[in-house]
Each structure stands twice: as C-alpha cells, then as structure tokens.
C-alpha cells in the first residue's frame, strides 16, 4: 500500500481508535482501589495499642486482597493511614487530612477523649465511623454513621461490679482509675451500678495522666480497707505498673480490673503480679469461633507475637472485614448506602463475637470475666449490661 | 538604666529602629497582611486551614508567654493551664449560659487575666527554677481541677457543643471563615505586645529581666511589672483558648496538660524568645513540623527531636536571631567589613 497523506490519517486514525476502545481490555487496567482511612495512636504513651490497630488493618487487608470471594468488584482495599499521636488536636489534624484523601470509611481511634474530640468534624461528614472507643458517650454525640465494635463501659462497668458483688461477695468495693475520659467515664458506670445495688465505693481514687508512681493511691485505697479492687484503666502500660505495686504494697484482696487487665502486653510485662486478677474482656483464647481462631493463627504467623484481641487488634480487624462484606453485599461503595447496611447488621460473626447492630450503633452487648492463671487468661463467665 | 528608644522586634540584641527598616517597614507589614488575608482565596483544604488556624492560636499563646519570659526574664511552665481556664470559661458561659461567643472571649480574657494576677502575686518572691516549679505545680492542680470539678467542667468527659462566632447571621463556622478571627485575634496581639515593648512598661520589664536588683535601685517598680507581665501572659492565653474552644467546639482537660506548656516554651525558645515576630515563626514552625514530617511515620518523632535539638544548639537566639545574623552578613556594604 502506497503511504500517502490519505492513507497514513486513515491507519493512524483506526490505530488511535482501537487502542482508546481496547487498551484497558488488553492491559487488564486495575481496578481503582476502595480506600480506607485508619488513625491510630502511633506515637505518645499509647503508642502500644496503636501499633496493634495498625497490625490488625493490615492483616485484614492483606487477607481480603488475597482473597477474590471477599474483594467487591475485584478492588482491593488500600489502608490511608494518619497518625493520631496522644493528642486531640494532632487526632483532630489526621483526621481532615483523611478528609481530603477520598476515604470510604475510617477506623477511629481507640481512645474515647479523641473520638469526642474528633465528633464536630464527623458531624459534617456522613461516612461510617468505626470505634473501638468505649465511653458510653461515644454513640451519643449525634453522629451519622458511628459505630462501636466492642463492648460499651456501660457493659463492661455493670458486669465488672455485678462480679466483684456477686461472685466474689464483695461488701466493701474500692475503684482505682485513671483520670482520662475512659478512667473517668468507666468509674462514674461503676459507681452507677453499687448505687443500683445499693452500695457506694468505700474509695475511689484517680491518678493523674501519664503518671509512673501509684503508691499514694493505692495506700489510701489499702487504709479503706476494701475487699474488692475494680480498676478502670486504658493504657496497658499503667496497668502493668499498678499491679506490680499493689504486689509490692500488699494489697492482698481480689482485683477485677476493665480489659487493659487482659491486655496481652501488660500481662507479660506484669508477670506474676497478674496471677490471679480477674478482667472484664471482648475476647479470651481458647473460647472462640472459627473466625478468632483464623486469626489468632494468621496474626501470630505474620507478626511472630500474640495479638491484643479486645483493646487493639481484634476489633479493627473485625470493623475492615465488616466493611468488606458489606461493599459485596450491597454492590458498592457509598458511605450512606454503608451506613444504612451497617446499621442493619444482625448476627454477624467476627473475631470478638457476634455483632448486631442497636439504635445507637453500639454492635457488641455482652463481654467476658476472665481470671489470669499463670499468665493466661481462662473464661469465668459472660456477662451483659 | 539607660533605656532603649528603639523597637527591638527580632531579638534583645538587634535594634530594628524605623530609621534603620526606613519607609519600606510599613509598606512590607501591609504586603504581608494583605497576602496573609487573600490565603483563604488559594487554599481550599480543611487540613491546611484548620492547622494555620491552629498555629495563630497558638501564636497568641507564645506571644503571651514572650512577655512574660521574653521580655520579663521570668519563666512560666503553666502557659497552657491559662489556655484551659479561658477555654473552659468561654466554653461554659455559652453552653450553660447561652452567651454569644464574642462576649465570652472577652470573659475568657478576663478570667485567664484575674488567674494570673492571682498566681503572679504569690510567685514574686521567687525566680528562676522555684519559679518555674510554682508554675509546675499551678499548671496540674488546674488540670486536676478541670477533671475533677464536673458539675462545671463536665469532668475528663470534656465539654462539646461549644458554639461558633456569628455576626448576624454569618457563622463563622469552617476554617477557612474561622481564619479571618484568628488573623485578627494574632494582628492586634502582635501589636499590643509591640506597644508594649516600645513604652515605658516594655522597657522596664527588660530592666527587669537584665538585673532585677539595678532595676529596682533605678526605682522600677519591679513588683507592679512583674504582675502586670502575668496578668498579660493570662490574658494572651485566656483569648487563645476561647479562639480553640470555639473553633474545635469540644474542650477535655487532656488538651491542657503540662507537655503542653513545655511545648509552648520551646515554641519560643526556637522562634527567639525576646521577640514577637520569634514568638508566631516558633509556633508556627513547631505546629507545622510534625505535619510535613507525617510520611515518614513513626520515624517523624526522631526527626522532629533532632530538628528541636538543632534548632537550639545552633540557633541560640531562635529563628528570629538566625534572619537577623544572615540580614547583616547579606545586607553589610564591603566597605563596611
């Protein structure tokens, strides 16, 4: 063929409309990707729970992008991930710049005093809000689309005093607590709970944040002379701390503390100085479904360690797997569309139980007494608010 | 004591006279206002509006301290707990009183003022590191307070719903609105601790700070001046919390904390602390450093240390002494070597 002007606009011209028409089918373009947003604490004192929200997300979505069946429309999901340091206004600052990074939902933080901080941005932005925060004031500040994978305080609170009175006889009860809003909020359900029972703490005694010596709280607690101890603390760290000095000072009664007493860190960091405690917990080896135990064995493969199923990595892994259910389910992606199915969960099996969900968004409505043993924590028994 | 006419903007030992910056001085602030007001036209993120928000604020708060340590030589660890104070006042006036937020800011002020005249009193007696550990000790009885006083405070719950400013019906209710308050707010906080430096007060004060006892044989009034400096650094920080209260619409004690005045010191330590202009590149350096360092993650906490140390290491009188040293070395004539 002869290559005139007429002939080279012609071939050129049906080379050009071949590739616009066939080129994505021949490539195989990828398939945008359903982005995600997480803000955990990365940095600052409680930076040991972040890192385990952050392994959580990322073993769930590594699982479901490998997966076919869980991935809807063949898009795999992709973690946009914000340091919330230990601050509100840094949490409030990750928070508009996952905003501005077209996230389809975000796993919250696990603190509550940052989800509240967060709530007048979340107001404006009707998305799914995933919390593991466990204030009862979480999914009660007027924001579309929050919701709570894990048991409230209100839960836990009640079913920690009903133990501590009930199971163990307690006549006299003493609360320790810490003093930030999860301290504050999970004492004030306890205290609720002996006045339905018609009781008050013989002490209640709150230590300041970020505090390293618990002494002269836990000898005022001692000079009460309680036979109970319900503690009410976040950070696993404290935790540790406070156990081994009511060990060294001899606060010899029953402890029955809120999760971080379960917590994987400060039972190891504790030791033996946890033997013996009892905790309220989303979640207790050995006593789970199929799911938990997937999980428990693929967290431990990847990450060579043992997860914090309740506080830290259980419950961010089950909120990025709810997620992707729901995309297949409904076909899609929008927030309000998520919202509205979300809400509609009933019996839905994750690692920390089954989820249904309540008018409020609160997805979890009973959690478990356990009692360390050497080391281990063995299910007492279950308990709902 | 021979005081000094001239206006000291950039540091204790650089004069910067209206003869030396000349006409052009003026004409460079107005350019500078003029393009600090059109940002909003250009940046249209909530992230980048909401942290220059929050830098002015806390500008406003460092300038407040820059009288007090900058200008006064006396060193105060309680900055943020008047950060509270004005935030839980404006806060509590409009949730529980219903007041408008332009009247509460004022009460704020006031309040944060009324403290530091309250704190300032009993502290003259003492200076340096007792001084600094009194204000320690202010700082967490206030935090304490805070979480504790819940019929108030609504305890560590915090306290939300806190309403925007309006002029009519104008709400100013997104950052890039909010933005022109803060601007505002941070113009006449500069200017009011500008005044203050050029007269009489301000160069007491510096007497002060130089020798306390030379001061008072040259009969200043060291006492008056050193709670006159307080109650400015209370009122600078009493107006910043309202501005945050407002903006963020939920206020907890954990904002509050001592970290949090340190920070606050090192913001002006960096920026110069004799200076007011030190003062807001301090703050706004620090709030915006963790930020352009977010992509490297966990590691950004390293940088940021290192970067802190440096700045101080190297830059003893601050970001406004370091301009100043490469304005002389880049303005000297040859002849004048």
Redesign the interface.
Known sequence: MRLDRKNFLATTGAVAAGAAIGFPAIVGAAPEPIRLGTIPCLTGSNALLGQQEHEGAALAVEEINARPDKVYGGRPFEIVEEDATNDNQSAVSALNKLLGENVVAIVCPVLSTQVQAMAPVMKTHEIPWMTGGTAVKNTQLGVPGMFRLRGSDGITGAGMTNFAVKDKKGKKIAILHASDAFGVGGADQIVQSLKKLGMEPVANEQYPKDAKDFTAEILKIKQAAPDVVLMYIQNPSDTAIILKQVHSLALNVPIVGSPSLGNQTAMEVAGKDAYGTYCAVDFIVGFNSNVATHFLTSFFRKYHHLPDVGTGSGWVYDAVYMLADTYKKQKGTDPKQTIASLKGIKNWDGVLGTFSADAEGNMVHSVSIGQNQDGKLHLVKKVSG | MTSNPNVTLSGPNVTLSSSKGGASRPVAIAVLIAVLALLPAFVH???LL??VD?AGIYAIVVMGLGILLGFAGQLSLAQAAFLGIGAYTSGWLTTNLGWPAWPSMGAAMMMSALVGLAVGYPCLRLSGHYLALATIGFG?IT??VL?NWKSVTN????M?NIPPPQIGSFVFDSYGRYYYIVLVAVLACAYVAWRIKTTRVGRALEAIRENEIAARATGIDATRYKIIAFVLAGAYAGLAGSLLAHL???I????Y?F??SVVFLVMLIVGGSASISGAILGAVLLWFL??VL?PL??S??MVYGAAVVAMVVFMPRGLVGLLDTLRTRFTRRPDAA
């Open positions: 993120s909530d992230y909401s942290l929050t967490i935090q304490l979480i305890g560590s719950d915090g939300g963020t619409k939920f907890s004690p954990d904002s904390s970290d949090q963790p930020e977010r993650k966990t950004y906490i």
